[in-house]
């Protein structure tokens, strides 16, 4: 985010990062972006395209991510490895690649401007992942669950055992506890139709 000779006030986003309010990134940068565009700042060479592409999957907004990575020049791409490391993450969340998910995170150093949103998209995306493993399984092997939460076996273990599962030492099988269903909640069709694709997708 240097501004060098273009006059692009990143505050807002600077703003946002440092008080950790990694959902308002894509909006914020959304909105910054027409504004500059609509005066005509040459913005391109400046833009913090693998913040703005991370404020994306941050709220799971993967059609928007796709969108921008395809109108990002070529150039460019190619000059920002973390741009291309955020895509990958992108990538892995669209073919539904949930271990290729924690890979891609680990698998690049990030910038300190960046280092905070992507922590908090992992620890959210393993919260998730965790709680689709508690709807689409009564029972699922060790291996799979530590697949699935990017984890070891020994720490997807404990980490399940932290939340009432249990073990069976011999088959390598985890008993998975259900969540207790509250009466009042009322599912939302469209979540249960994504729910039962992911479901489909798992067994598949």
């Known amino acids: 985010m240097e501004e060098g000779g273009i006059a692009i006030d990143f505050s807002e986003l600077r703003e946002a990062l440092s008080s950790q309010s990694y959902s308002k990134v894509a909006d914020i940068c959304d909105s910054l972006m027409l ?37 990002i020049p070529a150039a460019i791409k190619e000059s920002q490895p973390e741009l291309a490391a955020a895509w990958k993450v992108g990538q892995k969340l669209w073919t539904r690649d949930y271990a290729g998910v924690h890979e891609a ?26 709680q689709l493993l508690c709807s689409a399984y009564s029972t699922i092997s060790i291996q799979d669950t530590a697949l699935f939460l990017g ?40 979540k249960l139709q994504r729910l039962t694709e992911y479901v489909f997708q798992l067994e598949h």
């Open 35 to 71: 504004r500059v565009a609509a005066e005509g700042v040459p913005y391109q060479d400046e833009w913090p395209y693998a913040l703005h592409l991370l404020g994306y999957l941050y709220v799971d907004d993967i059609n928007s991510a796709r969108f921008l990575w395809k109108s």
């Open 151 to 190: 984890m070891t076996e020994d720490d997807a273990t404990n980490y399940v055992l932290q939340q009432g599962w249990l073990v069976d030492p011999v088959s390598l099988m985890l008993t998975v506890k259900k969540p207790p269903v509250l009466k009042e909640q009322k599912l939302n069709p469209d």
């Open 105 to 130: 995170v680990r698998g690049f150093d990030w910038s300190q401007e960046t280092q905070g949103l992507v922590n908090s998209f992992l620890e959210i995306y393993t919260r998730k992942m965790f």
